[in-house]
């Protein structure tokens, strides 16, 4: 076997034992309250660490990543659903590069 | 029956905003993989089995360097370790009756945006609705890793730049709605995202790889939050 294609096995195997395993071996409801809190909490504590400051460095200026992370946040909490929240913040991004560059 | 088709088609809709966005970052992906000097074949093999932005980018480097099995073992368990608490998070997420079979194929789909949609689903999860998201996100993943690796520059920069964002304003979109009638996920989300900043700018918090910091983190504010703010019924409902 190529010695590439070696490396890309073992990084998908180890990717996915670590996905797999929660979910396959969890099987049951967890009573417990604080463990069902603290994993209640994840998603927003897990995402919201990916998304500030790394935003800022997502577009070619991080002005313009600025006014897509305020158009998101605006129109998500508005309600807008998930794909107009998205497109929204990708136009804005383009319009302010438009006057940038 | 219908519930399956319905849970699929309102996945592959929300999947389209992420298939959006993972286009433009695998072709970022794809032109890096062919200064690592990976074929087309070899990138496309890695993003649809890997299916992971940080942990494929580090891989290249690894691999470009011919680094040892065991350091790209470690690698990818630090890089992708978050993966294990949303996993963790989905499993009181599904129905603990879901098969095996179907526990085993979602989890190939765990990444941060997959996550995203799949646990702010109202009620139980159901698994085609990951399904749905899957088919749509996967193959833009594959789609844009083979157009950066063959191409180098297809798109233009704007286009580019402005896709960027998707994902962000998915992943925030995923987020902010739950803020608004709950003071503590709003709290929550402000002191994350502070501390996240923090680890960015200051010096020794600095040097701490990304992975390490979502999991550090993850685990103090989350773990703090769930001793003094426990959430005493439907959690998940």
């Not at chain 1, 294609?5 to 990084?11: K, Q, R, S």
């Not at chain 2, 905003?17 to 794809?30: D, L």
């Not at chain 2, 470690?74 to 129905?95: E, G, P, T, V, W």
């Not at chain 2, 890793?145 to 063959?150: R, S």
Request: charged share 10%; aromatic share 12%; net charge positive.
């Amino acid at each position: 076997m190529n010695n590439v294609i070696f490396y890309i096995l073992v990084m998908a195997v180890v990717t996915y034992l670590i996905r797999v395993l929660p979910l396959t071996f969890i099987r049951k409801e967890i009573k417990n309250v604080y463990i069902r809190s603290f994993l209640f909490y994840i998603p927003y504590v897990t995402l919201a660490v990916m998304i500030f400051p790394a935003i800022l460095e997502a577009t070619a200026s991080p002005w313009s990543a600025l006014v897509g992370f305020i158009v998101a946040i605006i129109f998500a909490y508005r309600g807008a659903s998930l794909v107009s929240v998205a497109l929204l913040s990708c136009f804005s991004v383009f319009v302010v590069e438009l006057f940038l560059y | 029956m219908n519930t399956k088709i319905r849970a699929w088609k309102s996945g592959v809709k929300n999947g389209i905003p992420i298939a959006m966005g993972y286009f433009a970052v695998a072709f970022t992906f794809g032109i890096l993989a062919k200064q690592a000097g990976l074929n087309p074949f070899e990138a496309v093999l890695m993003s649809v089995t890997n299916l992971t932005s940080a942990g494929q980018f580090a891989g290249l480097t690894l691999i470009a360097s011919s680094a040892a099995i065991a350091e790209v073992v470690i690698a990818q368990l630090i890089i992708n370790s978050r993966y294990f608490l949303m996993s963790f998070a989905l499993s009181q997420k599904i129905d603990p009756k879901t098969s095996f079979f179907h526990r085993s194929i979602m989890s190939y789909g765990i990444t941060d945006e997959v996550f995203g949609v799949s646990v702010s689903v109202p009620g139980k999860l159901n698994p085609y609705y990951v399904y749905g998201v899957m088919i749509v996100a996967v193959p833009g993943w594959a789609m844009g890793t083979l157009f950066g690796v063959i191409s180098g520059s297809v798109l233009s920069p704007r286009l580019m730049s402005a896709l960027s964002i998707a994902l962000f304003g998915m992943l925030l979109a995923v987020i902010i709605p739950q803020a608004k009638g709950n003071k503590i996920i709003a709290g929550l989300i402000v002191i994350s995202m502070v501390l996240s900043c923090a680890f960015a700018v200051m010096p020794i918090l600095q040097s701490i790889s990304s992975g390490v910091k979502i999991i550090i983190l993850t685990i103090l504010i989350a773990g703090i939050a769930a001793f003094v703010f426990p959430v005493k019924e439907h959690t998940y409902e």
